[in-house]
């Protein structure tokens, strides 16, 4: 191939890794896209969380727990939720994994906080947010 065929297939490349990503953030942003998948370059553009706490109690007492407290599956899923930097509402709302994470406990209530950066694309400003879900065992 001539210097000039090569040139024009490597501007070719280029340009398709530039445009897709552009493609890859506008879906991120718009259509709910992991950041991670499709080639993952939308990843370098999504703040990540500050911080997931979860705390345990009984009784209204706190109970203190460490991740070796815990068995390694609900460790893994809870850690699969933080990495994925998921909304707490998927975190919350996985009433299996809350109430697996109750009885290795003992608790009965659980409450998850999410501290986060977000970005409100349209003013171009960064906010601090927190969520806060709460769980409690039926009586």
Same mark, same amino acid.
């Given at each position: 191939?001539?210097?000039?065929?090569?040139?024009?297939?490597? $501007? @070719?490349?280029? *340009?398709?890794?530039?445009?897709?990503?552009?493609?890859?953030?506008?879906?991120?942003?718009? &259509? =709910?896209?992991?950041?991670?998948?499709?080639?993952?370059?939308?990843?370098?553009?999504?703040?990540?969380?500050?911080?997931?706490?979860?705390?345990?109690?009984?009784?209204?007492?706190?109970?203190?727990?460490?991740?070796?407290?815990?068995?390694?599956? $609900? @460790?893994?899923? *809870?850690?699969?939720?933080?990495?994925?930097?998921?909304?707490?509402?998927?975190?919350?709302? &996985? =009433?299996?994994?809350?109430?697996?994470?109750?009885?290795?406990?003992?608790?009965?209530?659980?409450?998850?906080?999410?501290?986060?950066?977000?970005?409100?694309?349209?003013?171009?400003?960064?906010?601090?947010?927190?969520?806060?879900?709460?769980?409690?065992?039926?009586?």
């Amino acid at each position: 191939m001539s210097n000039r065929t090569l040139h024009i297939i490597y $501007s @070719v490349i280029i *340009v398709i890794a530039f445009v897709w990503l552009g493609v890859h953030h506008y879906l991120v942003k718009n &259509n =709910n896209v992991n950041p991670w998948k499709l080639g993952g370059l939308a990843m370098y553009t999504n703040l990540h969380d500050l911080n997931m706490d979860i705390r345990f109690y009984k009784d209204r007492q706190e109970l203190k727990f460490s991740q070796d407290d815990l068995s390694e599956k $609900s @460790v893994k899923t *809870v850690n699969k939720y933080y990495n994925r930097k998921s909304s707490i509402g998927d975190l919350a709302s &996985n =009433n299996r994994l809350i109430k697996t994470l109750a009885n290795e406990t003992h608790a009965d209530s659980i409450v998850i906080t999410l501290e986060f950066v977000k970005i409100d694309y349209h003013t171009k400003k960064i906010t601090k947010q927190k969520e806060i879900s709460v769980w409690q065992q039926d009586n």
